[in-house]
């Protein structure tokens, strides 16, 4: 009974964390307070943080490294844009359908390409996964980066050599190479950004204090343990890497519909290994840490733009001490303590340190 | 008690194990009878634990054959032998360390458990009610092994004696028909090895289980167990009861002699 509490008090904790800075920051951003340099950040931080919970599903609670996040997310960024030049062209253009399309097939899109992924690399044991991740992140890239694409009136056309699509005057060209995509009719919102981050939310908590939940932690914690009682890791950690991979999706197709035009090289190494220091610093398995990490860390190199070119030195300074902070077992029993000292006071103080 | 007229739950025939050059486990032959306590015993390095993995699959034995309730387990794999009713703990104990004790036990449930991840994502009549009857199902095995107290308590943070109890708690949730046990009561105080002996006997006459255990503590042994197998070199030595076992020369001289 006692478990069961806690376990609805986690996953409030980051429910109300979540809702609280929705209406805090739009709030702030309808009246103008946010700045036109933050508001512009709404979005991309809802993109991260559900990329970092999807990551966190897998790094977290199955324990398996995976460095191909932003593969994922160009995955579900690029099947976005696909699918809402079709839609548009057949006259479909309701941006909230729009995006709900969207955002479902890059789910689908990076979930299926994750299962398949899974297959050969979950069977062995070891650090496979960071690999595989870590060069079909490159790969993806590379790919993306020699589509030619386009749709008309014939459908499709598709070119890995050069812009000459052929195409009938009533075309349009979706992705064009290294440009990558353009004249993409944007669709997302930061309202559409907080549903996306709350649906993820619940999911991976759904998953995680359930039957399988439990089964992926426990095949993290004992492998060998996990199978006598009947649980096969295989089964397990595929669940936790395709879920880990379609919310990456989502992020993308999120992230996608949000610019007219952005490169395939904005989901480059970079931002895997970007969003795995989110999940880290946020804390392994820790879906409140998580979010309360990305959005600060997103935000704070925007804050220390005044410092001109010591900025990204000061940022790297910022994250040694909160992993020294975090990491420490004194200050994290007094935190603990402190907590326990006025039980759910917590999350109010979280949201308005965000706020 | 007249074992000829009783089918046994675990047969095993000529069981050999070669690792490389080591043949660590050579021409067993045993048999397990439902509702009894047996118990394993042997020297160090006597080839005990590797009986255990064989029996739960982890190896594959390299001769012989293993027969639960007279269906072949050669083609099963550590999961399959679990599903098939074959339930075991640890000589160095392995928990779940990072979850609560109660999820330790719940996870032992998986395979009762048969609500889907679309049940789990939208919590439908199922899930509630498939978790509140593994709560309630957890919470008495916590029960029975003393463990009630710490349910929510992370088992890594749980004291050595408990740990090994959870383990046997964690077993039992997955319904075995044998319980195997290697050495249950290693590191535990006597007071503590007494409270494991009643718990060991509760669980076989509440569940009506079988249960093989690896034991050093010979005292435990020849209090609790209803018959005994010894090894010695991965070779079976003597076979019988705990009085036949006792005044057996070859195992005296096998605990004593050399
Ligand atoms: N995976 C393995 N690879 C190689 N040799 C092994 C392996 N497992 C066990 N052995 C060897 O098999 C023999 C029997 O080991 P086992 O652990 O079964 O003994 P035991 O009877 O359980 O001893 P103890 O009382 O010390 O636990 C030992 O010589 C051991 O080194
Ligand atoms: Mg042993």
Redesign the interface.
């Known amino acids: 009974?006692?478990?069961?509490l806690?376990v609805n008090r986690n996953s409030a904790v980051s429910y109300s964390i979540v809702i609280a800075l929705y209406i805090a920051l739009s709030i702030m951003s309808a009246s103008g307070l946010l700045g036109r340099k933050y508001s512009s950040l709404l979005v991309p931080v809802c993109c991260y943080i559900v990329a970092a919970i999807g990551l966190n599903m897998n790094v977290g609670i199955s324990g398996e490294l995976n460095l191909g996040q932003a593969g994922f997310m160009s995955l579900g960024a690029f099947t976005a844009v696909i699918v809402a030049g079709a839609l548009n062209f057949h006259g479909i253009t309701a941006p909230a359908l729009v995006l709900l399309i969207c955002i479902i097939c890059g789910t689908l899109v990076a979930g299926f390409l994750g299962w398949l992924m899974s297959i050969p690399v979950l069977k062995l044991e070891g650090d496979y996964l960071a690999i595989v991740t870590l060069a079909f992140g490159q790969i993806i890239v590379n790919i993306i980066n020699n589509v030619y694409l386009g749709i008309d009136e014939n459908g499709l056309h598709f070119s890995f050599v050069n812009n000459t699509l052929q195409m009938q005057p009533d075309g349009s060209v979706l992705i064009s190479g290294p440009m990558g995509a353009t004249g993409v009719k944007t669709a997302s919102n930061f309202t559409a950004g907080f549903l996306l981050v709350l649906i993820s939310l619940?999911?991976v908590y759904?998953?995680m204090y359930?039957?399988?939940?439990?089964?992926i932690?426990?095949c993290?914690?004992?492998r060998?343990?996990?199978?006598?009682?009947?649980?096969?890791a295989v089964a397990e950690k595929t669940?936790a890497f395709v879920v880990s991979a379609a919310l990456g999706g989502a992020a993308g197709a999120l992230y996608g519909m949000n610019y007219s035009s952005f490169a395939a090289t904005k989901f480059d190494f970079n931002l895997s290994i970007l969003i795995l220091v989110y999940v880290v610093l946020g804390g392994l398995?820790n879906m409140t840490g998580t979010i309360i990490a990305t959005t600060l860390l997103v935000v704070l190199p925007e804050m220390l733009r005044f410092l001109s070119i010591y900025r990204m030195l000061i940022y790297a300074v910022v994250l040694i001490v909160i992993m020294i902070v975090t990491n420490n077992q004194a200050i994290r029993m007094k935190l603990k303590a402190l907590r326990k000292g006025k039980a759910g006071n917590g999350s109010g103080k979280g949201a308005s340190v965000n706020g | 008690m007249a074992e000829e007229n009783r089918q046994p739950i675990l047969e095993v025939q000529d069981l050999g194990i070669d690792f490389g050059g080591l043949t660590a486990v050579n021409n067993l032959n045993m048999k397990i009878y439902p509702e009894q306590i047996d118990g394993l015993i042997g020297p160090n390095g006597a080839g005990k634990t590797t009986v255990f993995n064989m029996l739960t699959k982890v190896y594959q034995p390299t001769r012989g054959k293993i027969f639960l309730e007279g269906k072949d387990m050669e083609k099963l794999n550590p999961v399959e032998a679990s599903h098939a009713g074959i339930a075991r703990t640890f000589q160095n104990i392995r928990l779940f360390y990072n979850m609560s004790v109660i999820d330790n036990v719940k996870t032992g449930m998986h395979n009762h458990i048969r609500y889907s991840n679309f049940d789990a994502i939208f919590r439908t009549g199922r899930f509630r009610r498939e978790e509140k009857e593994a709560q309630k199902e957890a919470e008495e095995l916590l029960e029975i092994f003393h463990l009630s107290q710490y349910a929510s308590l992370t088992a890594g943070n749980l004291p050595y004696g408990q740990q090994r109890r959870l383990e046997i708690a964690r077993a039992m949730a997955t319904r075995p028909k044998l319980l195997l046990l290697d050495e249950p009561a290693a590191g535990m105080n006597p007071q503590e090895t007494e409270e494991l002996m009643a718990m060991i006997r509760e669980v076989r006459d509440h569940f009506k289980i079988a249960i093989l255990l690896i034991e050093h503590d010979m005292q435990l042994v020849m209090r609790i167990c209803e018959h005994i197998t010894v090894l010695n070199y991965g070779m079976l030595l003597a076979e019988g009861t705990p009085q036949e076992i006792q005044n057996n020369p070859e195992v005296i001289k096998a605990y004593i002699g050399d």
């Open positions: 009974m006692k478990r069961k806690n619940i999911v759904h998953i359930s039957r399988n939940g439990r089964a932690m426990a993290r914690d004992n060998i343990a996990a199978s006598t009682v009947g649980i096969n669940l398995g």
